[in-house]
Each structure stands twice: as structure tokens, then as C-alpha cells.
């Protein structure tokens, strides 16, 4: 990143994403079915772990994230654009332009194989693959 982020800027921006996950209609109610309201905080310290160690190598998230998207069974593939989009929507309200387009660009390539795995998941196991 052109720019550098700080630890409370990843902070915040996980925050408001899942603030609006909460309440988008598709995402919501994923989400809010396996999360309960006193869990959220977790939740989000666990993500920006998750972002801080990808963004500043803090190493201190210590999860699987494609295996629960996998043991999700209501997450399906096409979930991915409307995260992604609603994503994108944060890091532009609430970072730099370069900032934001280069965490944007770390998401999507993530959220690509994440796709790709709940897809896989989701395929009839005799079907010619799509990765697509």
C-alpha cells in the first residue's frame, strides 16, 4: 500500500462492514444466524486479526477461515459479490483511495478462492468443474 494503514483503521473498517453485514438482506442472515448478538464483538476482533495479520504481519490470528466458510452450508457462492461489494463500499467511505483499492484488490483476490471453495462444495461431484 501506498499509504500505510494503522491497526485502528483496520479496526474501524471492520466494524462498519459488519455493522451493515448485520443488516444487508442477503448477508444478514447468515451471519446473525450463526452469530449472536454478545458474540459480535469477537467476531470482529477475530476479522481484524485476521486483516492485521494479512495487512502488517502482526501474527496473531490463528484460524482456518476456508474451512468455516466451507462448514457453512448456508454460505453459498454468489454471497461472495454482495460481501465484496459491500466491502468495497467501507474502504472507499473510510480510507484513503490508494488505501483503500489496495486493500480492496487483497479482499477480492481472497474472496476469489473463497468462492471458488464454497462453490466446489456446493457442486454435483460428477459435473465438469467450473472455475469460473
Known amino acids: 500500500m501506498t499509504q500505510s494503514i494503522t491497526g485502528e483503521q483496520i479496526d474501524h473498517v471492520v466494524a462498519r462492514f459488519y455493522a451493515r453485514v448485520r443488516v444487508h438482506p442477503v448477508l444478514g442472515p ?5 452469530i449472536t448478538p454478545e458474540a459480535w464483538p469477537a467476531h470482529e476482533d477475530k476479522i481484524s486479526r485476521f486483516w492485521r495479520n494479512v495487512i502488517l504481519q502482526e501474527r496473531n490470528y490463528h484460524g482456518f477461515p ?4 466451507l462448514q457453512t452450508p448456508e454460505l453459498k457462492a454468489p454471497m461472495f459479490a454482495d460481501w465484496l461489494g459491500l466491502f468495497d463500499e467501507v474502504l472507499r467511505e473510510e480510507l484513503p ?3 483503500a483499492e489496495a ?3 487483497i479482499a477480492h483476490r481472497i474472496g476469489k478462492g473463497m468462492r471458488i471453495g464454497v462453490a466446489d462444495r456446493d457442486a454435483d461431484k460428477d459435473a465438469v468443474p ?3
Open 30 to 34: 447468515v451471519f446473525n444466524g450463526r
Open 66 to 69: 476456508m474451512r468455516t466458510h
Open 97 to 99: 483511495q490508494d488505501v
Open 103 to 105: 486493500w480492496s484488490g
Open 130 to 132: 467450473s472455475l469460473f
